[in-house]
C-alpha cells in the first residue's frame, strides 16, 4: 500500500471556524453570529478598517490559538490514517505561533509528521515539496489555487467557503467523511498501481 502525503490546515480545518468570534466580538463591539461571516477575511467579515484585526491578533492571537476548540472526529480521524500515511500540517499561521501550534496539537493527542508555518496563504509550493496527494482546506481561494496546481482537495464546509467547485476539490461537511474518503482513496489509488 502506497503511503499519501496528507496536507492539512489547521484553522477552521481541524479547529472549530469561529473560536475568535466571542473575543473579537467584544474587542470591536460587534455582535456578529457565525452565519452572518460569509468571507474569509476577517476585517472585511466584521466591516474593520485595515490594520484593525492585525492589531487585536498581536495582543489576543496566541491565547485564541491555544484555547482553539477542536472539531468532532479529528483526532480519531487523523489517528488511523498516520498508521498507514503521512500527516503534515501545513498552516498560514506566522512563525512565531509555532510553539503554541505544537503544543495544541499535541494537548488534542493529534499524530502528526511534520509542521510548517508560512505567514502567507500560497501553499502550493509547501504542497509540492512534501509531494502532496491530498490537501485539507476550509480556505476556497486555496482550494482552488491548489486544485489548479493538481492536487486533490478536501474542502471542509464553512459559511465562507460557498462557491462552485473544481471536479478535484470535495466539499466534506465532517471529519468522518474525511475518514471515508481517505481510506477510498487509498484504496482507488492501490487498484490503480496494479492496473499500471
Ligand atoms: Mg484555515
Known amino acids: ?5 496528507i496536507c492539512i490546515d489547521i484553522d477552521g480545518t481541524v479547529t472549530e471556524p469561529f473560536y ?6 467584544s474587542y470591536f463591539g460587534k455582535n456578529l ?7 474569509y477575511d476577517i476585517e472585511e467579515a466584521m466591516g474593520l478598517l485595515p490594520g484593525d484585526y492585525d492589531r487585536f491578533y498581536d495582543e489576543f492571537g496566541e491565547e485564541l490559538h491555544r484555547g482553539a476548540r477542536i472539531r468532532s472526529g479529528v483526532t480519531e480521524v487523523i489517528r488511523r490514517h498516520h498508521l498507514t500515511h503521512y500527516i503534515h500540517f501545513v498552516t498560514a499561521r506566522d512563525k512565531r505561533m509555532k510553539d503554541v501550534s505544537i503544543e495544541w ?25 512534501l509531494a502532496c496527494d491530498i ?3 476550509d480556505r476556497y481561494e486555496n482550494a482552488l489555487q491548489l486544485s489548479e ?10 459559511s465562507y467557503n460557498k ?14 467523511q474525511v475518514d471515508r474518503f481517505i481510506a477510498e482513496y487509498s484504496v482507488m489509488y492501490d487498484s490503480l498501481e496494479l492496473v499500471l
Open 163 to 176: 462557491g462552485p467547485l473544481p471536479s478535484n476539490v470535495t466539499r466534506l461537511k465532517h471529519w468522518y
Open 1 to 5: 500500500m502506497k503511503n499519501l502525503n
Open 33 to 39: 453570529k457565525p452565519r452572518e461571516i460569509r468571507v
Open 105 to 129: 496539537l499535541k494537548s488534542h493527542n493529534i499524530a502528526l509528521d511534520s509542521i510548517s508555518l508560512l505567514g502567507s496563504h500560497d501553499k502550493a509550493g509547501k504542497a509540492a515539496e
Open 20 to 25: 475568535w468570534l466571542d473575543k473579537a466580538n
Open 149 to 158: 496546481a493538481g492536487y486533490d482537495v478536501i474542502l471542509i464546509d464553512c
Open 135 to 137: 490537501f485539507i482546506e
